[in-house]
C-alpha cells in the first residue's frame, strides 16, 4: 500500500487493467477553481491507448467521470473523485498468464509479496494506473496556470536515436504535432519508423522524456528531505517503467570543475538570475527562478511478442509469448505522464510555500 | 520544512553547520535492538571531516552522544535522540558571506524562500547535515544486520576517472582501503591524485557513488506511488549535490532492446533468480531478491579558492572567494552517506512489509 | 481537506449529499483477506435511511459497489475503491437554502472557509458521507474478526432516558433487535415513542452512543501522541453531530481517588487481568487485553421542522424551515458508524504493532 | 512509536523521566518569528515541579536549552530543538519498581508492547515528557499572538469541587493567582486545602481542565476526517492521564433538544455571530469565530504513597507503594499543558488553512 501522493495536494489512485474502472481522489485542491473537464480530456487522450500505430491498440475511449467536489464549474474545496471505466479490457489474453511470471515484468514480485495477484492484464501493475495521474495532473495544471507556470515533456531519446539539441534550441511548440512528441520533425520521423521497425520484430525499445518547468517562483522546494528535484525524482521514478532521473547538469555535470559548473548571479530587470543554468534551476533543493529542467529513463517494455524462457508458478521451465496489445515503446505515451507528475508536485510545493511563508510575521 | 524521512522507521534531523549541534530523532526503531554506539561512531568517523588530506581540514571530533531510548544498551521503542556539538566552527571565515550570494551554493534561494539566513557555514543547507543521517542510518545497519542485508557503497567516478568494472568484477572489502574510497587501487591512486591536484587550482570536481545491497528479501516496496528505486531515489536525491540517480540499467537501458534487457527467471536450489539483471533487484516497484544496484550522481562542490564573480543582497555586482575550510570533492565523504540512506530505506520498508503481509489470513 | 484516515490501513473517503456517488479508498488492506460483499452490504443497510420510522424517510438502496482491489474473493493488497449511488437526491427541497445559513448547520463556516458551497443536502457536511466510513469499517470488522476481535456499539441515552446498566449487565446481543438499537427493551420502547414524540413536534433530540470492544490484543496503542484512546477519540468526534468522548472511568472518574480508582493486577489462567477496569481497557495509550468501552455523545440534529431565526449570505435576517427528510435523532443510525470507526482504528493499530513487534531481535 | 504531532507545525519529542534530557524538534515554524526565550522558559516555569507545595517535589529547574532554528533571535525555517536536561532524577526510588507492575501504570502494557521497559521514574510514559509539548505550544502561542488569538485554562474541577460558573462569569486573569489554577479565589482555597489533605492521607484525586480560546479566526478545521474539535481532542486525550474530552454543550447538550441547542446567527458589526454558543465556537468540524471551549478529564494519579497489592513480572502477588515525590492531583501543571496542545493544534490549522485559502483564484 501506498497509493497515495503528496502532502496538501494529494492523490489517492485505484484500479486494476481489467478491473472495472482507474480513477483517482484528488484531496486539497483549493477551493474555487475552474475545472475545465474539456481540459482534462484532452489530457487524458494524450495519454491514451491506441491514439496512433505506434502504441497499443487497446481501444479505449478513457473518458473522464467527475463524482463529487465539483460545484457549478468549480472546486469546492471538497475531494475530487474522477475515474474512467475499463471497456475494451480483453482478458481471455491473459488466461495463459494466470501461473507464469514474464521476464522483467511484476508479476513475480506481486506474488511474493502479495501471495495473490491480478494477473489480467498486470492489474495493478498495469501502466493504465497513470490515467489516473494524467486525470489530477490536468487539475494541476489548471492551478498552475493562474500562476503562469507551464510544462513541458518531450521524447528526446528512443533507444540510440538521441536530441542532441538542448531544451532551449527546440520549438516545445512541435510536441504535439506528432505520434512519437519530439519536437525535431525529422528526428522525430527517424524515430516513429525504428519504432515501427521494432514492433515489427516483435521487439520493445527504451527512451528518455526530458521535461522543462517555465515560470516556476523562487521558492519551492522543502529541505532538507523533501528538496523540490528529490520530490520530483521521486514521482518520475514511481512511474512505471522508469530506471533513472536526473536534472540541470545531471550525470555529465559529475565531469565539470566547479569553477565551470557554478551558475553566475547576476541582476536583470530587478530579478536575481544566474547566467547559465546547470542547477537546472534548483539549488539547495529549492527553485530559483530560472527554468527547471530534468530527463527521464525508461526501459524497453517487458512485453514481447516473441518467444521467451520463463518459469511458472510451480517453478517449472516454460515459454511465454505475448498476446494482447501492447506498446513497442512507452515513451510517447509517457509524456504527458511526466508532465503530469511534475504538475502534481508543482503544486504541493507550492501549497507547502504558502502555508509557511509570511511576509511580515 | 520537512526534516522528516521515512514511514514507520521514521528520522527527524536538526542543527546548523555552526549552530550548538547537529542531531537526529529516530521515532519506531523497534525494541529490543542492540545498540553497538562504537558501531554508530565508526560509521560517523567514515563521515567525519578532517579524516584524510582530501577532504575539509575542519576539525570536529563528531562525538556522538545518546539522549533517549536506550536502556541497558537496548532500544526500548522510545525515540532515540543523539547529536553531536559543534566544536570547530569558525563562523568569522564566513562573515564576508553575510550579504553575498555565493554562486551554486542555497544561500539566494534559502534568503528568497525563509527571509532570514544563517549564513554562518552554510547554515541548514550545509552537508553537516548529513551527519545526523549517517548516525540514524548506523541504527539501521543495526537492524539489517540481523537479517543478513548488507550494503556497500563505493566512489566509482571522479571526474573524467570511471571505474569501469561492474560491481561483481570488485573486491568490495577494499572500500575502505584507501582515502578515495574506490575499490580498485590503481584507479583509487589516481582519483586522489587529481582531487589533489584539482584543490591545488583551488578548484572542485564531481563524482559518482555506487551502491549495491546484498540479501535484500523479495517483497520490499510500496507500489504505486512508494516503490523501492522510488524511495531510494528520493533518498538519494535528497543528499546535498547529488543531480542524478539511476538504478540497475539506468540511462544505458534505454538503449537496449525489451529481449536484451528482460532478465530471465529460472529457478535455483528452490529460489525463483534471473539470469541477468538489468532489473537492479526491483521489479514492479518490489524487491525480488538480486542485488540492488544504483548510482548516484554528484555535483562539483561550489565553494571555490577561486574569486568569482556575483551579486550581493542588494543585487550588486561583487567577488567572492571561499575561505574556511571544504571539500575539494564531496565523493570520498558521500559514501557513509549513500550507505546510510540506503539503510534507512530499507530498513522503514521492511517494516512495512511486515506489517501488511500475513502468510495465512 | 483531510478526507483520508489511518496511517497503514487507510481510507479515504469522497462524495457529497446530492452529489453523483459516496464512496471510499482503503489503501492497506492485506492481501489475501476474504471480502464477504453481503457483510458490507449489511452494515450500510444498518446506516441506510428509511430503514425505520425513526430515521429519515430518504430512500436509497446503498447498494454497495466494489470497483478494484478483489480478485477472486479476496482482497490483492491493492487499492478497494468502493462505492455507492446517490438515487433519491431531491435536490429541490434545499433551493431555498441556497442562500441561508441554517442554525448550527455546517453552511455558514463552509461558505466562509471555501468560498463556494453545494448547499444540495448539505454537500460534503452531510451525514452521508458516513456511509463510506461504514463500507471501510465493515472491511477492517471482516479482519478483526479473524483475531476474534469483537466490537458491540449501542444507544445508551437519547435524551433524558438513560440507560444506567454497565454493558457487563446488558444482552448485547439485542441490540439489532429494536429500531433504537438499545439492549434494554423496555428502555428501546421508551426511546422509540419519546423520539416519535419529538418528531411530531418538528424537533430533534440528541443521546449517547456507548461501545465496548472485546478481545482486543494487549499492546495496541502508539505512544506519547498516538495513545489508542486518544485516536479512538479523535476518530468518534470526526463522525457529524459528535461534542464529547470519554473512555473507561472518563468524566465520572475525576471525582474518584486512585486508590478507588486504580485497577489492581492479578493473574488468571497465565493471563494477566485487572480487578476492576476503570482504566476502560488502555493504560499509557496502549490495550492491556481487558475490554474497552467508551461514550460518544451526539448533539440533537440541527435541522428542524419548525421556523428558526437566521440570516442569509447578505447578512439580512430571515427565517428558515427545514424540508426534506431527516433524522429526529442521529443515535440510531450512529450505532453502525462508531463501530465502523473503532474497527478502522483497531485494525490500524494492530497492523502498526505488528510492524514494530519482534520477538527476538 | 508515534512522537511526532502536526501536519505543517509539526513536533517531535524525545526522552524519559530518568534519561539524559527531554525536549523537543519543531518542523515547520515560519521563518521570521521573534522567538522570546524568556516566554518559553516561563511557560515551563508553570509546568515544572516543585512549584508549590501541592504538586510533587522533585526540583527541575527545567532551563530550556535551545540548540538550533534561531538566529539573530528569530525562527529561521529550519528546524528549533530544544531541551531540557534531567538533573534531579533519583533513580533509586524506583529499583522496587523493576520487577512490579503498578496499578493503572503503563508498567504492564510497555512492558508487554515493548519487552523491555526503562522502569526509572516511569521512563517515557512519564509525565516529564509533557515539557516537552509547553516548550513547542509556546513558540506556537509566540505565532498565535501575531494573530491575536489567546488561550486561557484553568482548573475547574478537583474531585468534587466544581466550579459551577461558566467562563464567560470568571475573570481568567485570575488562573495564575493560586497555586491550583482556579480563577474563583474562593472555591481555590478549598480545592488547595482539599489536595493537601488528599496527600496527606496519601491518596490522589482527578479533576477537569477547562479551555477557551479566543480571536480564533473563521474557517480553522480541515474536514471531513481532521474537524477543528476532533484535532482538539485528540491532542488532549494524548496527554497523560486525560480520560475524556467534551466541546461546547458537551456530553450535557444531548439531553437538549435542537430547538434549545442551535445557535441562532445574527450580525453584528459586519461580523457574523451566534446569539448562543452550545457549538463550542466550532461548526462542521470549522471554527465559526466564536470562543471555542472545550473540557478535559484527567484521572486520579496512579501513584499511592499507601501499599497496593499488584503482581510483579513473574505474576506473583506482591505489594507496592510509591517511593519517590509525585503529584496528588496532576491538574494544576496540567493548566499549562492543556494551552500548550491547544496552541500547537490551532497554529497547525491556521497554517494548512492558509495554504489551501485563495481569494481570487
Given amino acids: 500500500m501506498s497509493n497515495s501522493y503528496g502532502r496538501l495536494f494529494r492523490i ?20 474555487g477553481l475552474e475545472i475545465d473537464i474539456d481540459f482534462i480530456q484532452k489530457e487524458l487522450d494524450r495519454r491514451k491507448p491506441g491514439q496512433s500505430a505506434i502504441v497499443t491498440q487497446r481501444k479505449e475511449a478513457d473518458k473522464i467521470q467527475i463524482l463529487s467536489g465539483i460545484f457549478e464549474g468549480k472546486s469546492t474545496g471538497s475531494p475530487i473523485a474522477m475515474l474512467v471505466w475499463n471497456e475494451d479490457a480483453k482478458s481471455k489474453d491473459y488466461e ?15 506474488q511474493a509479496k502479495y501471495g495473490i495477484r491480478d494477473y ?29 507556470i507551464e510544462i513541458y515533456a518531450y521524447t528526446s531519446q528512443i533507444g540510440e536515436l538521441v536530441l542532441q ?21 525529422a528526428l ?7 519504432i515501427k521497425e521494432i514492433r515489427k520484430q516483435g521487439d520493445t525499445i527504451g527512451g528518455v522524456v526530458s521535461c522543462v518547468c517555465k515560470n516556476v517562483p523562487v521558492g519551492l522546494g522543502e529541505p532538507v528531505f523533501d528538496k523540490l528535484h528529490a520530490e520530483l525524482g521521486k514521482a518520475m521514478l514511481s512511474i512505471n517503467a522508469v530506471k533513472g532521473f536526473e536534472y540541470g547538469s545531471g550525470f555529465e ?16 530587470n530587478d530579478k536575481i538570475r544566474t547566467k ?9 533543493g529549492i527553485s530559483n527562478g530560472e527554468d527547471i529542467y530534468f530527463r527521464v529513463a525508461f526501459k524497453p517494455v517487458a512485453t514481447l511478442m516473441q518467444n521467451q524462457e520463463t518459469i511458472n508458478t510451480q517453478g517449472e521451465s516454460v515459454e511465454v509469448m505475448g498476446k494482447g496489445r501492447h506498446d513497442p515503446c512507452v515513451v510517447p505515451r509517457a509524456v504527458p505522464i511526466v ?14 510555500h504558502k502555508a509557511l511563508n509570511f511576509k511580515n510575521l
Same sequence: chains 1, 2, 3, 4.
Fill in 12 to 31: 489517492t489512485t485505484f484500479g486494476e487493467s481489467h478491473g472495472q474502472a482507474v480513477g483517482v481522489i484528488i484531496d486539497g485542491c483549493p477551493a
Fill in 96 to 110: 495463459h498468464l494466470a501461473n507464469v511470471f514474464r521476464p522483467s515484468h511484476a508479476d513475480y514480485t506481486y
Fill in 120 to 148: 489480467r492484464g498486470g492489474g495493478r501493475s498495469s501502466a493504465r494506473e497513470t490515467l489516473a495521474r494524467v486525470a489530477a495532473g490536468a487539475v494541476a495544471k489548471l492551478f498552475l496556470r493562474k500562476l503562469g
Fill in 165 to 185: 539539441k538542448p531544451y532551449k534550441a527546440l520549438d516545445l511548440n512541435l510536441v504535439e504535432t506528432n505520434e512519437v512528441r519530439c519536437p525535431d520533425r
Fill in 188 to 194: 522525430a520521423e527517424q524515430m516513429i519508423a525504428y
Fill in 253 to 268: 555535470g559529475v565531469k565539470m570543475r566547479g569553477s565551470e559548473h557554478n551558475d553566475i548571479f547576476f541582476k536583470e
Fill in 276 to 284: 547559465t543554468n546547470f542547477s537546472g534551476g534548483i539549488q539547495g
Fill in 339 to 352: 508532465e503530469a507528475m511534475a504538475a502534481i508536485v508543482l503544486m504541493d510545493f507550492y501549497l507547502v
